[in-house]
């Protein structure tokens, strides 16, 4: 599995640089080690924010907080480590689909909104008791990301890099070129996470259930 450093190598060879980087925590002290050390953990995080990756996926069942405003019955404490709040689902589902099954109506998501409170703390609001969360958490392992996850990386990073590398109209040119293949490489790797996942909700849809 490819490593931060390898990662980091691949982006410079986008970019045609010959050099390699041996080291980023801490930099080995090239200017391409520290441009990679500074860049390629906002790359990682905008591209696992891009996405529901499954190897980045979460559940959990935040801590309970006092609601602080009218519209929401109930207030959850955010994850530590989430990037992106995907659902909010009851204690003991097995899926996102089972909110407005039991009795018989059109599947409908359970609402939710993350916002910031009063005191500045990052809060989930609904109305689900004792709810379950399922997040997209922030994941640093190099070792759990998927071969065209890294691909897409690397191209991300590579366009980062293009403009304090090579600079001026050729550096600009060359994050537009880098930016369009992370973007080729992000549609590959998000329908091979999607493929990952076969969810079968069974539920009635509305014109039916009204028959």
Known sequence: MASEVDIANLALAHLGDTA????????E???????CARFYPIARDALLEMFAWGFATR?????????????WDYAYA???????????????SSDDYSIGMIS???????????????RGADVIYSDQPDAV??????VTDTTRFPPLFVMALSWHLAS????????????AAESKRCAGMMQAYLSQASESDANQRLVKPQHNVGWITGR
């Open 20 to 27: 390699t980087v041996a080291s980023l925590n801490p930099p």
């Open 29 to 35: 002290g090239s200017a391409q080690a520290e441009h």
């Open 59 to 71: 559940r959990v069942q935040p801590a309970a907080l006092a609601s602080s405003t009218p519209e």
């Open 78 to 92: 955010m994850p530590a480590d989430a990037i992106n709040i995907i659902a909010v689902i009851p204690p003991g």
């Open 104 to 118: 018989g109506g059109a599947y409908t998501p359970q609402a939710f909104a993350r916002e910031i409170d009063a």
């Open 133 to 138: 969360v399922r997040y997209t958490a922030f």
């Open 160 to 171: 980062m890099l293009a403009g304090p590398i090579l600079k001026g109209d050729v550096g």
